[in-house]
């Protein structure tokens, strides 16, 4: 039996749009949260080889709330009136890794992604199953 709630990946992509959604049924068919991480590039804390691009305090907590932002509605337009009640999560660094780091911190029991190299990543290295999202063939 799978444990724990169900952490959605996104990358804003339209082919993101089919993890949430599968994401959503998994989560409502095991009565567990829905959990949506964005990993943001590491760009936010380099600093010390090139400290010109290293943002501002004030500049970094922008690019956080922008990307929060584009997640909502994101959430908003894959899942309409039907979502449920979803923690946003944001994370920085490599996609499968800031993944991976917060599959563990949150103790998610799945995780679902959309196909790709990401994808491929999180399911090298992941210590719960993966649910790779797949639109279904059209009936």
């Given amino acids: 039996m799978l444990r724990g709630p169900v952490l959605v990946g996104t990358d804003l992509s339209p082919a993101s749009d089919e993890a949430l959604r599968q994401g959503q049924q998994l989560a ?6 829905l959990l949506v991480c964005h990993v943001m590039p590491e760009l936010l804390r380099v600093g010390v080889l090139f400290p010109q691009w290293r943002l501002a305090g004030p500049r970094e907590t922008e690019v956080r709330q922008a990307a929060q932002d584009a997640v909502v509605r994101q959430i908003e337009a894959a899942l309409g009136e039907s979502h ?4 946003i999560l944001l994370e920085s660094g490599t996609p499968h890794s800031g993944l991976l780091a917060q599959a563990e911190v949150t103790q998610a029991g799945t995780i679902v992604v959309a196909p790709g190299g990401t994808a491929a990543q999180v399911v090298r290295h992941a210590d719960v199953p993966v649910l790779i999202a797949r639109p279904s063939p059209p009936d």
């Fill in 28 to 33: 409502s068919a095991l009565d567990t949260r």
């Fill in 84 to 87: 449920r009640e979803v923690e």
